[in-house]
């Protein structure tokens, strides 16, 4: 007899974050669409943010709700870890974590990204699995 698969649990044995709401701040549609369904797939509730405006209007309505923020490093008109230094102050209990295509951060990134965890661009959702658990772990 066979037992129902997991969702948490993908086919790598990579055990799976479980609930929770993610906001997810990214420019590119289609990284923020793939990431987001990555999330949903993980039994997370998600939050989608192009711009700066739209992930404070979700942090003023939903702040204390959020148990993660996942930024984009790069985005135009804003650099991810100063905006997310400014959502954080609303959102105190979530964790952080970044997301880059850059392989070295600028140098005003750098000692906001040293106290954060990064997952490098392109990621599996194994990938994306194992650093939102080290990011909900603190």
Not at 11 to 31: F, H, K, Y
Not at 45 to 58: K, N
Not at 100 to 126: M, Q, V, W
């Amino acid at each position: 007899m066979t037992q129902p698969h997991d969702p948490r649990v993908p086919e790598s044995g990579v055990e799976r974050p479980a609930a929770g709401t993610v906001l997810v701040i990214e420019d590119e549609p289609q990284v923020r669409r793939v990431t987001s369904m990555m999330l949903r797939r993980m039994g997370f509730d998600v939050l989608e943010a192009a711009t700066a405006d739209e992930a404070t209007g979700h942090i003023e309505s939903r702040g204390l709700e959020i148990d993660l923020i996942v930024s984009d490093v790069v985005m135009p008109g804003v650099r991810g870890p100063s905006l997310v230094e400014r959502l954080r102050a609303r959102a105190p209990r979530a964790g952080i974590l970044f997301v880059s295509g850059y392989p070295e951060p600028s140098a005003p990134d750098a000692a906001i990204l040293a106290r954060h965890h990064f997952l490098p661009k392109p990621f599996t959702p194994d990938d994306l699995a194992r650093a939102v658990r080290r990011a909900l772990a603190g």
